[in-house]
């Protein structure tokens, strides 16, 4: 049978038209709302990669934990069964163990501070760590700074928290400092908090305010204490096999895509703040949001003595006097 050459010509033209639109997809993960500032950052990266690659990438949106919580989403990119995930800091140290001093309770001043010591040298340095440990770090997030809630009373000195049982995330720093305020750790993947708290299994919590809000905590809890003793990273991570395979220019688009995730990420949480506190009022919520921080900040002195050994006092240093 003799093909015409009109024939090839139209078929090599078709399968060129198919290669060209061949679309690669992949899955990224949170453990928290869509409505959230977690859901804006995927959403955007997703939107942004989709845009700067002509559509030859798709990246799939799962949100609260339907992949698992954190911990399996991080350990997931890793071995390669999940090309990408979004995540608090908590978890991270247990993979890549340079991050663990960012978790250091009162390093950083306000989200200013934090966010220029992300986006400069020190964020840089430790975006790089994650290379060795099977991952490519794609950008600096923010889930924002800590607060507390419970169940039990109202918050307002340190001694207050003495036999709260707080669930805390799978994080090191923060369970060791925790600790020292004489709280009962128990810690607990995201997805498993709400239930535990409506169940009494746990007395309280902590976290920004715009997972407090989005996670309907409000519903399971009564007293809210704006302590912001820790402020807490997000991140976006890659498989770095899967990212290794990208052309240079898609590693780009990947990278920038990250970046756009990071300001709607960043704006929404400002936006948290802002209205946050009336909002979880209106709800019902106890809140004292005028209290002793420096109070907080001395009953840490002996586990922040540890911290000291730990990171080295000129490493601490570095990141709390950064303009």
């Known amino acids: 049978m003799k093909f015409s050459p009109l024939f090839a010509l139209l078929a090599a033209g078709v399968l060129a038209s198919s290669v060209a639109h061949a679309q690669t997809t992949m899955k ?4 928290t709302a869509q409505n959230s500032h977690q859901g804006i950052a995927i959403d955007t990266f997703a939107k942004e990669v ?6 030859r990438y798709k990246v799939q949106t799962f949100y609260n934990g339907s992949l698992g919580g954190e911990r399996e989403s991080i350990e997931a990119v ?10 608090s800091s908590g978890p991270v140290p247990n993979f890549v163990p340079e991050t663990k001093i960012l978790d250091v309770p009162f390093l950083f ?17 430790l975006l790089r760590a994650f290379d060795s440990k ?11 700074f800590r607060h507390m809630t419970n169940s039990k009373r109202s918050v307002q000195k340190p001694e207050d928290l003495k036999g709260l049982k707080m669930r805390t995330m799978e994080n090191p720093v923060h369970i060791a400092a925790y600790k020292s305020f004489g709280i009962i750790t ?19 919590q902590e976290n920004p305010l715009s997972v407090i809000i989005s996670a309907k905590f409000d519903q399971v809890q009564k007293h ?15 498989n770095k096999a899967a990212f290794d395979k990208l052309p240079a220019a898609d590693k780009q688009a990947f990278l920038d895509a990250a970046k756009e995730g990071t300001k709607a990420n960043r704006a929404r949480v400002d936006e948290d703040d802002a209205k946050g506190v009336a909002e979880l009022r209106a709800k019902g919520m106890t809140v004292v949001d005028t209290l002793d921080k420096s109070a907080f900040v001395k009953a840490l002195t002996p586990v922040n003595a540890e911290f000291e050994k730990q990171f080295g006092k000129a490493n601490i240093d570095r990141i709390r006097n950064a303009k």
């Open 28 to 31: 990224i993960s949170i453990s």
């Open 50 to 55: 989709e845009k700067r690659t002509a559509g």
């Open 78 to 87: 890793q071995l390669g069964t999940q090309e990408l995930a979004f995540s």
């Open 109 to 125: 001043r306000d989200k200013a501070h934090a966010r220029a010591v992300l986006d400069g040298p020190v964020g840089q340095d």
């Open 134 to 144: 099977g991952f490519k770090a794609l950008a600096w997030a923010e889930n924002g």
């Open 186 to 204: 128990t810690p607990m993947a995201f997805p498993e908090v709400f239930t535990a708290l409506q169940q009494g299994t746990v007395d309280g």
């Open 224 to 238: 809210l204490s704006l302590t912001g003793h820790v402020y807490s990273p997000a991140i976006f991570v890659m």
